[in-house]
């Protein structure tokens, strides 16, 4: 059974791999940005299981849904002909990340997360996103995620 640790420590993942790639952007340019994103993304999300139902905070029309790694690296690092509105969320300077649980489900190997995330730039400003992770444990004991979805808090 997947426990509350457990979500917890995956979520420090999805923040470190933010902040992984930002700085791989800044060392390495969009090259070094990408081959991070692509560890990331296998290291956490459940690509290799099947479609993973990812909408972005900022993605819209025909290309608002990301099921396949590359349509989640494009968001991640923008520079893709395939998707020319993505600027690249994780190349924005990020340093810190938190987050605040709203709610949990846990039921055996899959489990479901909803919350507020803060990502801090290297310049000190904080985004708050509201945030849906769906996991799913996969064979080799690997929690991933198969549910993300984001969104910017409303402000009327």
Known sequence: MITTAE???????WGNGKIAISRSYEDGGIDAARK????????????????????????????????????ALAYFVGHSSAYPLDAGFAIRGWRATDSVTAAEVIEGDIALWMGRVSLTDKDGTITRVDKSFGYRRDESGVLRIVLHHSSLPYDP
């Open 7 to 13: 979500l917890a420590a995956a979520r420090v993942a």
């Open 36 to 71: 991070t994103a692509s560890i990331h993304l296998d290291a956490v999300y459940g690509y290799n299981l099947g479609p993973v139902l990812f909408k972005p905070t900022m993605a819209s029309g025909e290309q608002t849904f990301r099921l396949t790694k590359a349509g």
